[in-house]
């Protein structure tokens, strides 16, 4: 088990649309639990595949009691609205109010490849969200608006030029 070196904004990684994950196996597993560990490292919630730069439609998360892995995740379901703050470890954590579904209804396949559904509302169907998006090569800040958007990366150089 190994914590991996984080993406960041904006590398291309994450602008890609992954690629399904189609083995179950041993590596598999290996890689899904560095990816716990740099999770847990960087006190996220949530971590996709390709923020440690790889092209694959995979995430794992623990977020209120709701811990999974989610191997070529979509979203079937949404209903409602909420309002919070949302942040990204690619983009430095700088929180930014992105208004989403309440509920989320996520499928994906386990580590041994077995579909399952899980249904979350609030913050943990907020990470579906967030990580299914990473998958598809999205990031929070693009629903955001241009100007919005812009104040969160502005903020998120600044914060590496201080590194
Ligand atoms: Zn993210």
């Keep these: 088990m190994a914590v991996r070196k984080i993406t960041e904004y904006p590398e291309n990684v994450l602008a890609e649309v992954g690629k399904p994950v189609t083995t179950f196996d041993k590596a598999l597993e290996e890689l899904c639990a560095d ?3 740099t999770m847990y490292d960087a006190e996220g919630v949530g971590l996709a595949a390709p923020q ?3 092209n694959l439609r995979l995430f ?3 977020c209120e ?3 999974l892995v989610a191997a070529n995740p979509e979203i079937v379901h949404t209903e409602g609205e909420q309002s919070s703050q949302e942040g990204c470890l690619s983009v430095g954590k700088i929180p930014a109010v992105l208004t989403r579904p309440m509920k989320a209804r996520l499928k994906a396949q386990d580590l041994k490849g077995e579909w399952f559904e899980r249904e979350a509302e609030g913050y943990p169907a907020r990470a ?3 990580e299914t998006d990473h998958c598809d090569g999205k ?3 693009d629903h955001l608006p241009k100007m919005r958007r812009d104040m969160v990366i502005k903020k998120f150089k600044k914060e ?3 590194k």
């Design 139 to 141: 990031l929070f800040i």
């Design 35 to 37: 990816m716990f560990d």
């Design 60 to 62: 794992v998360m623990d």
């Design 65 to 67: 009691g709701i811990k």
């Design 160 to 162: 590496q030029n201080w």
């Design 128 to 130: 579906f969200m967030h």
């Design 52 to 54: 440690i730069g790889l």
